[in-house]
């Protein structure tokens, strides 16, 4: 099994009302635990890659990290850019064998977001990948950048058909509440998502696969092992699991994942190094890390998602 593209995933995801999940990873552990539950659920799998990750691990390993993941599991995996931002980065990741790259033109004027959009997508479409673009701004921490909650603006659904006409991208990340990091909403607030936004966005666009970011529900389990554990994490609530749910049976193809692996990690190493203070061989802790990946993606894949044995 090659890697693929997301077109096929997304249009079977549509029809089936249940989304992929689109895990970032940035080194071997996060990529066996995520590729190993999805070979067990029989699930299809966007593993993606942010600029700070391929800082971190570089290209090359990740994408044969990658290549290895496919041919110990035999499972579709498209491999996406997760927030681009420059026409060079995405034209690298795609001559580097990426199959799929997002362009996050969000933070530029709506007209400089469908001139850079549709530069990629001509792009990517003449070799053989697929693009997502961004329309509306995430609040939250994503690279080096914190957008307060006052910058960030909702989708505007009056937007939505113009901009994927004149761009041609392949889906599109909108902005209905949810945002990036472990911080989404505050301690005694009610997490809300704009589902007419979404409903919207849909009538616009029937058919067409819609991105959510900023997705991770921030497991209290996971939060509550941190701070148990010597962590000192303020209080969390993420985006509840119904929610997600929800938007699988809408429009929404692909969820994005980050910050409740990089919890379950953090969780499992607190854990294991208050456990055995003496203990120093990576593997020992990196070992059950790796395993409470796998149970969390798991259960985002059959109890969130719906995309077990889809493959
Ligand atoms: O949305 C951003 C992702 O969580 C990637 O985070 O840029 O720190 O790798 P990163
Ligand atoms: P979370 O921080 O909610 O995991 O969002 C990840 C994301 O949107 C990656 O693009
Ligand atoms: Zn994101």
Redesign the pocket.
């Known amino acids: 099994m090659p890697l693929v593209t997301s077109k096929d995933m997304f249009k079977k995801a549509y029809e089936g009302g249940y989304a992929i999940g ?1 895990f ?1 990873v940035n080194n071997m552990e996060i990529i066996q635990g995520i590729t190993e539950a999805a070979m067990e659920e029989k699930a299809p799998l966007i593993l ?1 890659v ?1 600029s700070g990750a391929r800082n971190y691990a570089k290209h090359v390993y990740l994408m044969k990290l990658i290549e290895a993941a496919i041919e110990d599991t035999g499972l579709p995996i498209c491999v996406h850019l ?2 681009g931002d420059t026409f060079e980065l995405c034209k690298s990741c795609i001559d580097g064998g990426f199959t799929s790259v ?1 362009i996050d033109g969000s933070h530029h004027s709506f007209e400089d977001n469908i001139a850079l959009t549709k530069k990629v997508v001509e792009y990517a479409h003449a070799h053989g990948a697929v693009v997502e673009g961004e329309l509306g701004r ?1 609040a ?3 690279d080096a950048v914190n957008v307060s909650a006052e910058d960030a603006s909702y989708t505007d659904p009056a937007q939505v058909i113009e901009f994927v006409e004149k761009t041609g991208v392949d889906s599109l990340a909108i902005a209905i509440g ?5 911080y ?1 909403f505050k301690p005694g607030q009610v997490p809300q998502l704009r589902f007419d936004i979404l409903e919207k966005v849909e009538a616009q666009l029937p058919g067409f696969p819609i991105v ?5 529900s ?1 497991i209290p389990e996971y939060v509550d092992i941190i701070n148990k554990n010597g962590g000192k994490m303020p209080d969390a609530i ?2 509840p699991e119904a929610m997600l749910r929800q938007a699988a049976g809408m429009a929404v193809c692909k969820i ?7 919890l379950a990690m953090t969780a499992s190493i607190r854990q294991y190094f208050a456990e055995h203070p003496d203990h120093f061989d990576p593997r020992q802790y990196l070992k059950p890390a790796r395993a409470n990946i796998k149970d969390l993606v798991r259960n985002k894949l059959v109890n969130v998602l719906g995309c077990n044995g889809k493959a």
């Not at 949810?178 to 472990?182: I, R, V």
């Not at 994005?256 to 990089?262: A, M």
């Open positions: 689109a970032n993606q942010s997760d927030h997002m995430l939250g921490i994503e949810t945002s990036h990091g472990a989404k959510l970011h900023g997705a991770s921030v993420g985006i994005n994942i980050d910050s409740d692996l990089r």
